[in-house]
């Protein structure tokens, strides 16, 4: 049979625990996890208010100035269009292993293999690169508050912990925990903009450009008041701007991982795909703009110059409109989002090591890491393999004295961005080739939803790639001159090349193995 169009290897199973398939497969806890629990998830890996502190300040400060809610306004149209074909691919394969799977049914396995490690690589450093953030965070946090100096790796080493014991159990108790985190701080950036719009705005106006999405592509460039009056010259770049503004989304993909452990997966999972980009979209644009308008615009590109008072754009228009309760409060969610975050990302990546390792690409994968628990029918060996991976990142950073903020942080997180959004692109251009290219399920298919919206998609990913490149060394920071950052275009490379050379190789030496790859799928997926 062709090698896009052999059928799924299915994962039958009737129990509502762990169940193993007619092929050996052991299968993850069906019915686990509702439409709420899958957004929960998937938002929750964009960490909507470490994005807006971290991302928005620089996207001021160096990149569209003002004009930073259009870049955001720019993404959230680039990401739909590919949101839309992602959307319309997860109603015929329902896999945990997403990318994976969809790029192998639409580029062939090879590609497949491929893309299957990049994710794994990028979700397995996200996880670590959020401890790193979370940490910092934790550190100012009790330090401000009770005027304890607690070491970074106190932090670290205690998330490690609580996100293993939570990925061994069933997932819904890990969607539980993270709704708790998700709602706070979205309740939090709320009330940030709410403040604004009830208060009439901010001290220079309601700054409506900010909202028109060509002026993402502005580049700052003028003079400012800076803080002590005096003039201040600016500049940055769009290119700058807009990548940050991508970045924010990191994480929202996940959505389809969980289809196997979910209620209906070809009902919600699409639904869960478009609304969580649209959502997180909206939210980002308005509270973006509300922050800056409440700081006023010449004003928060002169505090977002230096990143000791960058975050100024945020936590003036709280504590003028709220008090400082609520500053306080908002350095808290910074930490407890970030957790949240990286939690979420620790469940991706253990899904992703499961899996690969269910179809046994290397022989002992299936019983190892492709396994799932009897009770909760969670991936616990790989969620245990990826906390051991995180934890030696994590432990290397700080023998080797980085900082958690740029070091941990900044650098894994720019190793992750790298390889996501290059399997990113190959998933748009996927959805392309498996309805209109192998003419699979013309029921479906239609020029806009998985051609045009693809294909536009597709596009704008590799400009973002583009402007990763680009930007990589000012988005590094510091941390430019690491050997680490100049190892991250080969680790990204060896990681995706050995995938396919993998995969190359078990197609000549080891087909009984190679016909398996992304081919295992939910039962009762219409792809069957």
Known sequence: MSDIIDPPVSTSGTSQTAATGR??????????????????????????????????PISVGFGNGAYAPAGYFVATIVLTLFAIGYAAMSKHITSTGAFYGYISHGLGRIVGLGSGFLTTLAYMV??????????????????????????????AVVMLAINAVLTYFDINLAAKVLGIFLITEIVMLALMALSVVFTGGGPQGWSWGSLNPLNGF???????????????????????????AFWSWVGFESSAMYGEESKNPKKIIPIA????????????????????????PQNAVAIAQDSATAGNIF??????????????????????????????????????????GRENVIPGMGRTIGSTHRVHGSPHIAGFVQTAIATVIVLFFACTGR??????????????????????????????????????????????????????GGVGMIYVIYLLAKNASFAAGSASGDWVFTMIPWVVAVVGIGGLALAAGLKFFAPHRYALLGRTVLDDAKER
Request: charged share 10%; net charge neutral.
């Open 218 to 244: 502005h580049s700052l460039k003028g003079v400012v008041a800076g803080p002590d009056g005096s003039a201040m010259a600016v500049a940055g770049s769009a290119g700058v701007g807009l990548f940050f």
């Open 23 to 56: 092929d050996g497969v052991q299968r993850l806890k069906p019915n686990a996890v509702g439409l709420i629990g899958v957004l929960f998830m998937a938002v929750a890996t964009a960490a909507p208010i470490t994005a807006m502190v971290g991302n928005v």
């Open 126 to 155: 996200f996880e670590a690169s959020l401890i790193g953030i979370f940490s910092f965070f934790g550190n100012d946090v009790f330090s401000s508050f009770f005027g304890v100096d607690v070491p970074w790796l106190v932090f």
């Open 403 to 456: 900082d958690s903020y740029t070091g941990l942080y900044g650098l894994m997180a720019l190793l992750g961005t790298t390889a996501i959004m290059i399997v990113q692109a190959l998933a748009a251009f996927s959805v392309i080739f498996y309805f209109h290219v192998h003419k699979q399920h013309p029921e479906t298919a239609n020029w806009f939803r998985t051609f045009l919206a693809p294909l536009l």
């Open 273 to 296: 795909v478009v609304s969580s980009v649209i959502g997180i979209g909206v939210f980002y644009v308005l509270v973006s703009w509300l922050a800056i308008v409440g700081t006023g």
């Open 315 to 356: 936590f003036d228009p709280v504590h003028h409109n709220l008090g400082q309760w609520a500053v306080d409060m908002f350095k808290v969610l910074l930490m407890t989002g970030s957790f949240a975050c990286g939690m979420a990302f620790h469940n991706c990546a253990a899904r992703y090591l499961y899996a690969i």
